[in-house]
């Protein structure tokens, strides 16, 4: 084998090599309301200026082997003026955090007028976006308009979600909410993914063996 040839080594070391290290994966741990036996997990938001829905989620603790990331409320509400939500989750620790208020429209400073929400509030995700034109018109992750983190402090306990109309005329119904604690990637790869590891290092070792092989 030529010195030519080696440099086609380079490419089966690199893909083994990321192989071997995209192996590692995060895991989450869910606690739904309705799955949980949650309060007012499905029930119907006052219209404004009344006070708003408080429901409730039990979460245990969190079993993360290499600790905690960071935590993600998901909200999956109907209501015919998005705009008028306001979402206030509250923490163990009663540490409090606004996920939404008065979401503006095309138009600011009109509130969005689109239909429903399904979304996870995620630290550091981009702020959300009304899009009146499609049902959910609130959906993936979007960041908090206050950050979750300082809530996160203390994990098992009580979790509530606030879920307040800002404005009368328009209805809506709370239909589930979730807390998800992302855990820190696993150090070890998920069985699941022995196979991949096994060709990383195969495809690593065999570009290894043979450079070693063209320096002798």
């Known amino acids: 084998m030529n010195r030519h040839s080696s440099h086609s080594l380079f490419p089966a070391a690199l893909i083994g090599l990321a ?18 036996g949650g309060t ?10 009344q006070l708003g829905l408080t429901s409730t ?42 996920l939404l208020s008065g979401l503006l429209g095309a138009s600011p400073p009109a ?16 702020l959300p976006v009304c899009n009146g034109s499609v049902v959910p018109s609130l959906s993936g992750v979007a960041g908090p308009v206050q950050p979750i983190a300082p809530t996160a402090g203390t994990i098992a306990g009580t979790w509530s979600l606030t879920v307040t109309d800002l404005a009368n005329g328009n209805s809506g119904l709370l239909n589930d909410w979730s807390v998800d604690v992302v855990c820190n990637p696993q150090e070890v790869p998920a069985s699941s993914d022995f196979s991949k590891l096994m060709l990383g290092m195969l495809l690593a070792l065999t570009a290894m063996v043979a450079l070693f092989r063209l320096r002798r």
């Open 111 to 126: 509130t969005c007028s689109g239909d429903d929400v399904l979304v996870a509030f995620s630290d550091g995700a981009p």
């Open 19 to 36: 192989l071997l290290f995209t192996t590692a994966t995060s895991s989450a741990q869910e606690t739904s309301c309705v799955a949980s």
């Open 40 to 49: 007012n997990c499905t029930f119907q938001i006052p219209d404004g200026p």
């Open 57 to 98: 989620i039990n979460v245990p603790a969190a079993s993360c082997a290499r600790g905690i990331n960071h935590v993600e409320i998901n909200v999956d509400a109907t209501h015919s003026w998005i705009g008028d939500l306001q979402l206030v989750v509250t923490g163990p620790n009663a540490a409090t955090a606004t």
